[in-house]
């Protein structure tokens, strides 16, 4: 499965889940337009998303009223997926899906009356991503370009692939400040946001501190056949989650 079919594996369950009352919290009519316009924004024909959700509905313990095909019981991946993704509420995973569809429509132009902005151009990729990880999401991400255009990050993006997460390092699998039921995870960019300007979900991989200061310190490179940071050759921090980059 590729990071978009994961991503829209994300937002069939929440239309599954939530019917009517997602298809509304996202501004839209009906299922089926909701559904066009959402693969249309990720760039992915109808069918994915389409059969994605009838797979969600055909779920014995679905809510929802709708009947999904059953001539095949549902494949595990569903089945994990959906009893992750119930730990959520109606309102978090609004948040989640929200984040997700619009980062998908890429970076837009500087708007004239844009303020409360950062450049990042003259930033190390430790200092961007320090920005990139502050709770305040009211500081926008620009980027001005060599030929001097300037464009616009969505940051909300980070802070809902954290919310995603739960507070667990994609390497450790664990929150490592559980028992003080904090989040300290970061956003890594995967190809440094200095060098891609990349700042897609499919691009960011959410990090323990110490994770991600590691991967920093020994410049490891990220394999994403073998979901693995690697260093001379050899892996060395294999992805143990990952709801939204690819196939575990
Ligand atoms: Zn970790
Ligand atoms: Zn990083």
């Given at each position: 499965m590729?990071?978009?079919?994961?991503?829209?594996?994300?937002?069939?369950f929440?239309?599954?889940?939530?019917?009517?009352?997602a298809?509304?919290?996202?501004?839209?009519?009906?299922?089926?337009?909701?559904?066009?316009?959402?693969?249309?924004?990720?760039g992915?024909g109808?069918?994915?998303?389409?059969?994605?959700?009838?797979?969600f509905?055909?779920?014995?313990?679905?809510s929802?009223?709708?009947?999904?095909?059953?001539?095949?019981?549902?494949?595990?991946?569903?089945?994990?997926?959906?009893?992750?993704l119930?730990?959520?509420?109606?309102?978090?995973?609004?948040?989640?899906?929200?984040?997700?569809?619009?980062?998908?429509?890429?970076?837009?132009?500087?708007?004239?009356?844009?303020?409360?902005t950062?450049?990042?151009?003259?930033?190390?990729?430790e200092?961007?991503?320090?920005?990139?990880?502050?709770?305040?999401?009211?500081?926008?991400?620009?980027?001005?370009?060599?030929?001097?255009?300037?464009?616009v990050?969505?940051?909300?993006?980070?802070?809902q692939?954290?919310k995603?997460?739960?507070?667990r390092?994609?390497?450790?699998?664990?929150?490592?400040?559980?028992?003080?039921?904090a989040?300290?995870?970061?956003?890594?960019?995967?190809?440094?946001?200095?060098?891609?300007?990349?700042?897609?979900?499919?691009?960011?991989?959410i990090?323990?501190?110490?994770?991600?200061?590691l991967?920093?310190?020994?410049?490891?490179?990220?394999?994403?056949?073998?979901?693995?940071?690697?260093?001379?050759?050899?892996?060395?921090?294999?992805?143990?989650?990952?709801?939204?980059?690819?196939?575990?």
């Amino acid at each position: 499965m590729n990071a978009t079919n994961k991503v829209l594996s994300i937002i069939a369950f929440y239309l599954s889940e939530f019917d009517m009352d997602a298809v509304n919290a996202l501004g839209f009519k009906n299922r089926t337009e909701a559904i066009s316009t959402i693969s249309a924004k990720v760039g992915s024909g109808n069918n994915y998303l389409k059969l994605r959700c009838d797979e969600f509905d055909a779920l014995p313990d679905s809510s929802s009223s709708r009947r999904g095909w059953r001539n095949r019981p549902p494949i595990k991946e569903v089945v994990e997926m959906a009893s992750y993704l119930r730990q959520f509420s109606f309102a978090e995973l609004t948040g989640i899906v929200q984040s997700l569809i619009e980062n998908a429509e890429g970076s837009s132009p500087l708007e004239p009356e844009d303020h409360n902005t950062v450049s990042l151009a003259q930033m190390d990729e430790e200092e961007i991503e320090r920005i990139a990880n502050l709770s305040d999401e009211t500081a926008r991400l620009v980027y001005m370009s060599r030929a001097g255009n300037q464009r616009v990050y969505n940051r909300s993006i980070v802070t809902q692939l954290k919310k995603l997460y739960r507070g667990r390092c994609q390497i450790c699998g664990v929150n490592p400040v559980a028992e003080f039921d904090a989040d300290i995870c970061e956003a890594h960019h995967i190809k440094y946001f200095s060098d891609s300007q990349n700042n897609d979900a499919s691009n960011i991989i959410i990090l323990c501190p110490n994770h991600h200061r590691l991967i920093h310190k020994k410049t490891l490179v990220f394999d994403s056949e073998r979901m693995a940071f690697s260093a001379d050759g050899k892996d060395r921090l294999f992805v143990k989650i990952d709801y939204h980059l690819k196939r575990t």
